[in-house]
């Protein structure tokens, strides 16, 4: 049976989180079983966790045929999903940070979309953020909007969201044409913006669903959140994240006025 969807999600230090993500997962697969016409697999990659993390992996995947896990020395998330999508099987990819959960229909939602749209090459959703005091609501204005890349680019732009990995499903058949597109390691915190400037020089179409599918748990602890770390060489890397940006812009042809004015936007 073909595996339709491969969900990866690095694992380090979140045995504090790492069932709430799994429970809300697991329990949305047992009730779709017959509808995939197919069967995914959810990927765990312990990135060498030091806490429970690893034993949470293990008892899981026991309990779970559709979980899998890899023990690894640590080397950061970019390493871990690298080593995910090495062993992924899946038509489509898509990734999930363990210490963020979600929605109850999300297997559901990415499953209509799949069938609905199997020629387009990035499938993209909405979030929300949520945090102790209170959560926001990202998404897109346009319900189901299908189109060339570059159009759907431009809304993705307007939205500030093209950064992230966990709001999109991607094509494998992309992921691994040609040079595979990997997560560069020692980008921190920058390396999902590079994966996806890469990813998108290759599509030719996109869809975005208006809803939001996943929820972001914004971490109140500074120490627990990358882009609130200090980066000592933040300007050497921003000037990298800037070019790949650029260049991603030229190669799908944003070149009007219009596009130059959102790409320094976005670049500064």
């Given amino acids: 049976m073909e ?11 979140v045995e504090k989180y790492l069932s ?5 997962l697991v329990a949305q697969e047992r009730s779709l079983e017959n509808m995939w016409g197919g069967h995914i697999e959810i990927i765990l990659v312990d990135d060498g966790s030091i806490d ?12 779970n045929k559709i979980l899998k896990v890899i023990h690894k020395r640590n080397a950061g998330a970019a390493s871990a999903r690298n080593t995910g999508l090495e062993i992924a099987k899946g038509k489509w990819v898509t990734f999930i940070d363990p210490d963020d959960t979600v929605v109850t229909d999300y297997l559901l939602e990415i499953l209509k979309m799949i069938k609905k749209y199997p020629k387009v090459d990035c499938i993209l959703f909405g979030m929300m953020v949520k945090n102790a005091k209170d959560e926001k609501i990202y998404f897109y204005d346009n319900p189901y909007f299908c189109g060339e890349i570059a159009d759907w680019l431009r809304i993705v732009e307007k939205k500030g969201l093209l950064n992230y990995p966990w709001n999109k499903i991607y094509k494998r058949e992309l992921i691994e044409k040609d040079l ?4 560069p390691e020692g980008k921190e915190p920058g390396e999902d913006l590079l994966f996806n400037c890469e990813y998108m020089e ?5 869809v975005m669903l208006e809803k939001h599918l996943y929820v972001y748990h914004k971490q109140c602890n500074a120490e627990e959140s990358l882009s609130h770390r200090f980066w000592p060489d933040l300007n050497e890397k921003t000037e990298m994240f800037v070019k790949s940006r650029c260049h991603m812009y030229k190669q799908i042809g944003l070149c009007s006025t219009d596009d130059e004015r959102e790409l320094a936007k976005q670049n500064l």
């Fill in 3 to 13: 595996c339709v969807l491969s969900i990866i999600i690095p694992v380090y230090g």
């Fill in 20 to 24: 709430r993500c799994l429970d809300i």
């Fill in 52 to 63: 429970k993390s690893p034993q949470i992996c293990d008892e899981y995947v026991k309990r």
């Fill in 180 to 183: 595979p597109v990997r997560f």
């Fill in 202 to 206: 290759h599509c030719k179409k996109g």
